[in-house]
């Protein structure tokens, strides 16, 4: 009687034990699926669509309460299956799971691209277990009272024939509480009912060994499955991101043509907002419709070289809708669209960057002609007064080359009785940050002798306040 009270609490306990794990499993299986539903909202900082993925767990009745951290711990969203649920944990745990207060409580860290980008935390209930437990007891304590009433019965007349049997069973059931064998089996010592008895308990043992089989194997499949799931999911969703950003947010014109008929694939807003094309209208064309005729030649030829697979060259001619021609620098990449070896376009419009750099060569060209052309010295020196540039109109007028008037060479062109009262003026001003003006006697190459000038400096100043260098007024 006691062994059939230990084998049946042991088959309780185990089933009890092996119950929770599977518990454990079931949750973990079906948290990792949606915190990988969820990973592409939490990025995108998308609460409608986590919450919709959470809401698809009323499905599933025994999980109580659920809510998604974001990468800083914050909360996200969250589920619960009754209105006033229990409150979310205030920050997330690194992750695992734990029983407590009749409840089964999990976090599973949401990974993307091997970075954790937030966490899930799920809340089941045990009445699946309770229920399981519940049902196991009612077939223990039935197998329990049932065991007693034969005993009992033929206890008299067959105590010796019953009790071997017996005594065999009840070891097995020991070896198999002990050791978690379920391979091992009950020997049959008769073909009367004890006989069938070890052969009813070898079959619950057959049958509990496939089902751990089954389970075993369904686990491994399920794993297999999620992981090839989440590859996939990985891989389609870093490429449809990394082709929606370029194309949907970026600011510069882009597109995606075909290497060998230079048909246009695709284009992004930006583009058309440029060229004044619509989606349609591009589509239609080739890039060297966007080619004056006379750059056509290089395009091609620039084409059908063998470029490298990222190559920035420029600048070209560009012509919109409207005739208007722009200059363009081209920044192209080979890839693959649709299963066809395409290149992706970057250009940007360098029109009056240009502009602006012919305007200043000339401006820069017009100011050495009036320096050149004046009897008067211009010149700068940074913040502390020295000549940190060549100042080509001072040395023309005192003959001082570069290496001697660099620095503060250039005080010895001026008359050493001058000296002194210059450096102490220009000291003053640079101290006060105001006009410098002073007059002394400089020296003239081409006279060959000490002229009377005046001169006069202005501060420029740097964004903070600070004297970046004086120039003449």
């Known amino acids: 009687m006691l062994s059939i009270l230990l084998t049946t609490a042991g088959f309780v306990v185990y089933e009890y034990a092996t119950f929770r794990q599977f518990l454990v499993n079931d949750l973990s299986t079906k948290a990792e699926i949606i915190g990988q539903n969820c990973s592409a909202a939490i990025v995108f900082a998308n609460a409608e669509d986590a919450q919709q993925t959470l809401e698809a767990l009323r499905s599933q009745p025994h999980i109580e309460f659920a809510a998604v951290y974001n990468k800083e711990g914050s909360l996200f969203v969250t589920y619960a299956r009754v209105q006033r649920g229990p ?114 308990f070898n079959g619950m043992l057959s049958q509990i060994q496939l089902r751990e089989t089954t389970l075993q194997q369904a686990n491994a499949a399920m794993t297999r499955e999620i992981a090839e799931r989440n590859k996939a999911e990985k891989v389609l969703g870093a490429s449809e991101e990394r082709f929606r950003r370029l194309f949907d947010s970026h600011p510069l014109p882009m597109w995606v043509y075909d290497a060998q008929s230079l048909q246009f694939l695709v284009v992004n807003e930006s583009a058309m907002k440029e060229y004044g094309y619509s989606r349609e209208e591009f589509l239609d064309m080739r890039i060297t419709e966007i080619r004056p005729p006379d750059e056509i030649p290089d395009l091609l030829a620039n084409v059908q070289s063998g470029r490298p697979p990222l190559q920035s060259y420029g600048p070209w001619r560009h012509r919109r809708k409207d005739g208007e021609l722009v200059e363009v620098e081209i920044v192209s990449h ?122 006069r400096a202005v501060p420029l100043f740097r964004p903070d306040k600070t004297v970046r260098e004086w120039t003449e007024p």
């Open 334 to 455: 080979s890839t693959e669209f649709e299963g066809r070896p395409a290149f992706l376009v970057v250009a940007m419009n360098i029109t009056e960057r240009r502009k602006a750099e012919r305007e200043l060569k000339t401006s820069e060209e017009r100011y050495r002609s009036l320096v050149s052309a004046m009897t008067s010295i211009v010149w700068t020196a940074d913040d502390e007064g020295k000549f940190a540039l060549p100042q080509r109109s001072w040395e023309k007028y005192t003959g001082q080359r570069w290496e001697e008037h660099a620095g503060l060479g250039c005080m010895n062109a001026i008359h050493p009785d001058d000296r002194d009262r210059v450096r102490k003026v220009w000291e003053e001003a640079s101290a006060a940050q105001t006009l410098y003006e002073s007059e002394g006697r400089i020296w003239h190459a081409q006279s060959r002798s000490y002229r009377h000038f005046t001169a």
């Open 87 to 200: 409150p979310a944990p205030a920050k997330p745990e690194p992750g695992g799971f734990r029983f407590e207060q009749n409840r089964l409580r999990l976090f599973q860290p949401i990974i993307v691209n091997n970075a954790r980008v937030g966490t899930l935390y799920v809340e089941s209930n045990l009445e699946a277990l309770n229920d399981r437990i519940v049902s196991y007891g009612s077939i223990a304590l039935l197998v329990v009272v049932t065991s007693s009433i034969v005993a009992f019965l033929f206890a008299s007349r067959l105590q010796k024939r019953i009790s071997q049997p017996i005594l065999a069973l009840a070891e097995t059931s020991r070896v198999v509480s002990e050791r978690q064998d379920y391979s091992v089996r009950a020997q049959k010592i008769s073909d009367d009912e004890l006989g069938a008895l070890a052969d009813a």
